[in-house]
């Protein structure tokens, strides 16, 4: 029971690289999450997706792109990095029962993306 | 709008001690309330939830009563153990969004032996 998988855990990039951060689940999810989280400012919402060839802007989307175009993987993207970027990403994935309610995420284990 | 005010941390205890972490919220409509929990090196856990006024949550020895008139969640424990160690989120969901989470910045609780 994998729950939520993200690739690769740890990536060092020069400034103007490009890489693509993968997320995936197997809990058939529909909704999925990319956060990024930096010290003293708690998790801040990038983009998110509430189903399958849908994306959305969250928070702080500048310098990112995502897709989604299975239900299991959500994809972020950069498409040139800045030493800005440099912070720890996290992918959730959530369900709405029947009632649309939520009772929490799943989260990965994370990425730790340095850029120099 | 929505928000989650968490006490600043470090929040460092000796095992064994009381443990509370406050926690405050805005919100319209009804929100639910979540408490999460992040070890080190690891992803954000759901620790414990609760979704209407005067429920309280639990797991592990952590309970937080939903209060409605105070609008706060404070996690609390009776007797922390060093295993407890980590940082600790306090989240909301709004009644007007029907999967967004909000963040609290989180706390890092610090147990020594």
């Known amino acids: 029971n994998a729950g939520v998988t993200q690739t690769p855990k740890f990536r060092v990039l020069k400034t103007g690289q490009s890489m693509t951060l993968l997320c995936a689940q197997d809990m058939n999810h529909e909704y999925m999450y990319w956060y990024r989280q930096d010290p003293g400012m708690g998790l801040r919402l990038i983009h998110y997706s509430v189903g399958e060839g849908t994306t959305a802007k969250g928070e702080v989307p500048d310098g990112y792109n995502v897709s989604r175009l299975k239900k299991q993987n959500f994809l972020l993207g950069l498409e040139s990095a800045a030493p800005s970027q440099t912070s720890v990403y996290f992918c959730?994935?959530?369900?709405?029962?029947?009632?649309?309610?939520?009772?929490?995420?799943?989260f990965g284990s994370g990425t730790r993306l340095t850029v120099v | 709008g929505n928000s989650v005010t968490q006490m600043e941390g470090p929040v460092t205890l000796s095992e064994e001690a009381f443990l509370t972490i406050n926690c405050t919220y805005t919100a319209t409509g009804y929100p639910s309330l979540f408490w999460y929990v992040q070890y080190p090196g690891e992803g954000l856990q759901l620790l414990l939830k609760?979704?209407?006024a005067d429920d309280k949550g639990s797991n592990k020895g952590f309970e937080a009563t939903y209060r409605k008139e105070t609008t706060s969640f404070h996690l609390e424990k009776g007797s922390v153990q060093v295993s407890d160690s980590a940082v600790y989120f306090c989240?909301?969901?709004?009644?007007?969004?029907?999967?967004?989470?909000?963040w609290g910045a989180g706390t890092k609780l610090i147990i020594k032996p």
């Open positions: 989240a909301l969901r709004a009644g007007d969004s029907n999967y967004q989470l909000i």
């Open positions: 959730a994935s959530s369900y709405a029962s029947q009632q649309g309610l939520h009772y929490g995420y799943t």
């Open positions: 609760a979704t209407k």
